[in-house]
Nanobody, 122 residues
Framework: HVQLVESGGGSVQAGGSLRLSCAPS????????MGWFRQAPGKEREGVAA???????SYTDSVKGRFTISKDNAKNTLYLQMNSLKPEDTAMYYC?????????????????WGQGTQVTVS
């Protein structure tokens, strides 16, 4: 069983940066696909970035070149570095884990979710 706790959200001005962290506990997450999702008010939850056990990554088009997903297996921590933030990036951001062999951002693949951390860009 994997438990996920996100941190690092906050309020920034457009063009600024934030780094989100996710600390899984329980089962080793190194064998899972890990992902970041976001949900803005009135909108569906969408995939932002994912990384598989081999370190291969996938990004949604709107964040390519601005966001970077990474993980530190020694610290058992997942990160999302967000640069050049835009107001449309404002959302609740969720960390999630999937028992899936490749980087995926299909919602139904993810069985474990954190509580979310708010990112507001003005």
């Amino acid at each position: 069983h994997v438990q996920l706790v996100e941190s690092g959200g906050g309020s920034v001005q457009a063009g600024g940066s934030l780094r989100l962290s996710c600390a899984p506990s329980g089962s080793p997450y190194s064998n899972y696909c890990m992902g970041w999702f976001r949900q803005a008010p009135g909108k569906e939850r969408e995939g932002v970035a994912a990384i598989d056990s081999d370190g291969s990554t996938s990004y949604t088009d709107s964040v390519k070149g601005r966001f970077t997903i990474s993980k530190d297996n020694a610290k058992n921590t997942l990160y999302l570095q967000m640069n050049s933030l835009k107001p449309e990036d404002t959302a609740m951001y969720y960390c999630a884990a999937a028992a899936w062999p490749i980087a995926t951002m299909i919602l139904s693949h993810f069985g474990y979710w954190g509580q979310g951390t708010q990112v507001t860009v003005s």
